[in-house]
Structure formats: structure tokens, C-alpha cells
Nanobody, 123 residues
């Protein structure tokens, strides 16, 4: 069974940091582009950051550039999102995603989704 399992979400004050982790199992994701999406109540799901299969290329939404960093460890079959200088508007459920059709860093057809982890930033 293929699974993406996120962890690391929680409640943090504005200006604080969190590190999200996504552990993949059931197949190797080392050839897939991977990314992090988020969805706030009443909003559509949006792509926050993406990373190429090798980790050498990344892309970010303008709203998080300079604050968030995506990385991956293909030996551990995992992807991470370091979030610094968090703002209340970053509050959302964050989802890990994998696109086997892309080497990245762009995601075109997400095939695998995690269950999501809640990030809440208080002002």
C-alpha cells in the first residue's frame, strides 16, 4: 500500500518556525517530483513548494519565498518543509504530494497525496 504520511504540524506563534516531514512507503519516490500543498478553510488547495527528483531544483509560491525551504532525502524516502517567519496567513492543512510523471520541480499530475497535517499560526 502506497502511503505518504505527514508529521510536524502544530500551533506556533507568528514569527516562529515549524518543520514538516513526509514519510513515503509502499514504493520508492526517488524518481518523482514531490511537493507540499496547503488548503485553508474556504480556499482552494495551493502549491506551496516543489522539488525535483534529485533535490537539485526547487520552486516556491511567491507568498513563501525566502521563508520556506523544501528538501528531500531519497535514502529515507522522505521530503521536508522548513517553515520560518510564519505568519497567521500560513494557517492551513498542509499536504505532501508526489507526481510520478514529472522529474520536477514542477508538479503536473499528482498521483499520491498524504492525509494532511494542520499548521496554525497565532498572531
Amino acid at each position: 500500500q502506497v502511503q505518504l504520511v505527514e508529521s510536524g504540524g502544530g500551533l506556533v506563534q507568528a514569527g516562529g518556525s515549524l518543520r514538516l516531514s513526509c514519510a513515503a512507503s509502499g514504493r520508492t519516490f526517488s524518481s518523482d517530483a514531490m511537493g507540499w500543498f496547503r488548503q485553508a478553510p474556504g480556499n482552494e488547495r495551493e502549491l506551496v513548494a516543489a522539488i525535483s527528483w534529485s533535490g537539485s531544483s526547487t520552486s516556491y509560491a511567491d507568498s513563501v519565498k525566502g521563508r520556506f525551504t523544501i528538501s528531500r532525502d531519497n535514502v529515507k524516502n522522505s521530503v521536508y518543509l522548513q517553515m520560518n517567519s510564519l505568519k497567521p496567513e500560513d494557517t492551513a492543512v498542509y499536504y505532501c504530494a508526489a507526481d510520478p510523471s514529472s522529474l520536477g520541480p514542477h508538479l503536473y499530475s499528482v498521483r499520491y497525496w498524504g492525509q494532511g497535517t494542520q499548521v496554525t499560526v497565532s498572531s
